[in-house]
């Protein structure tokens, strides 16, 4: 059984255009995580969310909006793309916030490739 | 506000050689932590070190970490093909509890 998944696993869309990724965790866990993950393999948090409330709010374009209908799920919205936004997008959860200290406590999804054209 | 370096940026060895990754954060941290990301794949967690003097070791790869110098290190030993992958380590921002990530590096070990 799949711990995060994530759809879709590649995403090619047109610039200006409206997408949403889709993230679900069937562990338990009470906090999920968003990551963006750039062409030079860079890592950065953009948000969090712990029993479905936001946490973790980074500083990037309110283009981007989490939405957490419960739980298990952390979707992702993204309005009006723009070619910068190509990255692979990572979904985590872990049991507590901050993850850890135990290991095996984080789980990543497998990602998510978007593609701007 | 935190920051966190990797080096090398790069690795290539040679199958059975030891070395070392240092992973270095410019301000106090709780929680240091290790991934693997397999060309192409997510990320695994490795290791999670709490406290100063802490050292964990999982198979060929043992990590530590000096709370004082801001420092922990990912050590291989006798490298085999398939720890080929990049490596990061992250450090827990203090106030905000983000996990900031370093540069990664990749390790290529050759037969």
């Known amino acids: 059984d799949t711990a995060v998944s994530q759809t879709p696993k590649y995403l090619v869309t047109q610039m200006g255009n409206d997408k949403s990724i889709k993230c679900e965790q069937n562990?338990?866990?009470?906090?999920m995580y968003w990551y963006k993950q750039d062409s030079k393999k860079f890592l950065k948090i953009m948000f969090s969310?712990?029993?479905?409330?936001?946490?973790i709010n980074e500083t990037v374009p309110n283009r981007f909006s989490p939405k957490s209908p419960d739980k298990a799920h952390l979707n992702l919205h993204i309005n009006s793309l723009e070619l910068g936004d190509s990255a692979v997008y990572f979904c985590?959860?872990?049991?507590?916030?901050?993850?850890?200290?135990?290991?095996?406590?984080?789980?990543f999804g497998p990602g998510t490739r978007l593609t701007v054209l | 506000e935190l920051k966190v370096e990797q080096n090398p940026l790069f690795l290539s060895m040679q199958e059975g050689k030891n070395y070392t990754i240092y992973c270095n954060y410019s301000?106090?941290?709780?929680?240091l932590y290790w991934y693997r990301q397999d060309p192409g794949k997510s990320l695994e967690s490795l290791f999670v070190?709490?406290?100063?003097?802490a050292v964990k070791q999982e198979g060929r790869l043992m990590a530590s970490l000096d709370t004082k110098a801001r420092l922990s290190t990912l050590h291989i030993t006798a490298a085999v093909h398939d720890l080929s992958a990049t490596y990061f380590c992250?450090?827990?921002?203090?106030?905000?509890?983000?996990?900031?990530f370093g540069t990664g590096t990749l390790l290529a070990v050759q037969p």
């Open positions: 301000t106090t941290s709780d929680r």
């Open positions: 070190l709490l406290s100063n003097g």
């Open positions: 985590a959860s872990s049991q507590e916030f901050p993850p850890g200290p135990r290991l095996n406590e984080q789980f």
């Open positions: 992250a450090a827990l921002g203090g106030a905000t509890n983000k996990l900031i």
């Open positions: 562990l338990g866990h009470d906090t």
């Open positions: 969310y712990n029993n479905k409330e936001l946490i």
